[in-house]
């Protein structure tokens, strides 16, 4: 670092001694014409007093001098003061020399030391209009240190100071940003802890009273053991199938989901999705029907993947369509090399206030609170988890309803990825 200064200041007193060398030919001649002996005395004296002022102000310049001023404003009047001086001091000196007489020589002093007044006047005013401007920033500056993350300064202006002022107000606002994030996952972290603390609570309850019961020999006959062993079996799955789907979330939501792509029949995986839970809605007297158009297929995605969006999709509406309901699944070019899945029930719909929320880990509707007529009961993930497998796959998942009107889910697919 220290070379580097040096470098600079060889490099400014030779420019010095260059500009004296070239305003000799350039000026001087042109102007008055003086004889060669005074040409080599100007340019001399040019270069002496130059190569002088250049090292006063790099000497100035140094690391060290400017940390021991109290204030910008200053560093700004020792500047203009320094400046005035070099000047003066080089005025004097080339005057007295060259051409002035003793009354010219005075006369021209007094002038400018009424010029270095002016100028040091001008300085004053020139520095309050910077540091109320540095004042405002080192006050936002505190103010975001204390933690107040709405802070803002003015940034009007074009200069260098409203440009700062522009990167601080953005640097206030994704701060700001920052912090509520930090704030929702600190909730969502709360959250999680209370609602699978209370999802576990109850099977594991349930387990417990179960096993006891068969342990204190309550149960006596082989048909009572054989209900009490299938209420175990089935809180176990309850148990299981809430673990998988947190680790498939939690997944999905530090985007570490691995999809395994590949050409595939969409209308192939409608049609398992509805074999597979027909036996589900008879037993709850739903009706379920499926329609694909011929211009769906082939489709880049993970089978997997999507069969357990429609799975979800699909279950979650035979779980909120009363008896006698219908729902239906349906699959369409949507345009743009896209298509759309949709799934519509006829069940008791959604409030228009909790819409926003239907995606949202654990959130779940009245009813979805308690158990359903199999025994099941929903821990509020199947939505989140969809949501997060469409979005893995670059789509876009979306919900529409009206309270006692049924509810329709959709979500678009790419044909293929980017």
Not at 212 to 239: F, S
Not at 391 to 404: C, K, N, T, Y
Request: aromatic fraction near 6%; charge should be neutral; glycine fraction near 8%.
């Amino acid at each position: 670092m220290a070379t580097t200064r040096v470098r600079h200041l060889i490099v400014l007193l030779l420019g010095v001694w260059l500009c004296a060398a070239l305003l000799i030919p350039l000026l001087a001649r042109p102007l008055f014409a003086p004889p060669a002996v005074d040409e080599q005395q100007l340019f001399l004296l040019m270069g002496f007093t130059g190569s002088v002022s250049m090292f006063i102000a790099w000497c100035i310049g140094q690391p060290g001098l400017g940390q021991r001023l109290r204030s910008l404003r200053d560093g700004l009047m020792l500047l203009s003061l320094l400046t005035i001086l070099t000047l003066f001091a080089n005025f004097w000196l080339l005057a007295r020399q060259m051409f002035l007489d003793a009354h010219d020589l005075g006369l021209s002093a007094v002038l400018l030391v009424f010029g270095a007044w002016t100028a040091l006047g001008c300085g004053y005013f020139i520095s309050n209009a910077f540091t109320p401007r540095i004042r405002a920033l080192a006050r936002g500056a505190e103010r975001i240190a204390r933690g107040e993350t709405g802070t803002r300064v003015p940034a009007a202006g074009q200069d260098e100071l409203a440009a700062l002022a522009r990167s601080f107000n953005l640097m206030a606002e994704r701060l700001e940003e920052a912090a509520a994030r930090r704030e929702r996952l600190e909730q969502d972290r709360r959250d999680l802890i209370a609602w699978t603390s209370h999802d576990l609570r109850t099977p594991l309850a349930s387990l417990r009273l179960v096993i006891e019961a068969l342990v204190d020999g309550v149960a006596g006959d082989e048909a009572t053991q054989q209900r009490y062993l299938q209420t175990a079996q089935r809180e176990i799955r309850n148990l299981s199938q809430l673990i998988d789907d947190l680790f498939e979330l939690s997944q999905l939501e530090s985007g570490h989901v691995e999809l395994q792509l590949q050409r595939s029949s969409l209308g192939d995986l409608l049609s398992d999705t509805l074999g597979a839970l027909r036996p589900v809605a008879r037993r709850r007297e739903v009706q379920l029907e499926g329609e694909v158009s011929d211009d769906v297929d082939p489709l880049l995605i993970d089978p997997e993947k999507i069969q357990r969006v429609l799975y979800n999709l699909v279950s979650n509406a035979i779980r909120h369509t009363p008896a006698g309901g219908n729902i239906r699944l349906a699959a369409a070019a949507s345009g743009s090399g896209q298509v759309r899945v949709t799934v519509s029930d006829s069940g008791e719909g959604i409030a228009a206030a909790d819409l926003p929320q239907v995606f949202e880990r654990f959130w779940r509707g009245g009813q979805a609170r308690s158990r359903d007529q199999d025994g099941e009961r929903g821990a509020g993930l199947g939505l989140a988890i969809a949501r997060g497998l469409v979005e893995a796959h670059q789509g876009r998942i979306e919900v529409s309803s009206q309270p006692g009107a049924g509810t329709e889910f959709s979500f678009t697919l790419p044909r293929s990825l980017a």
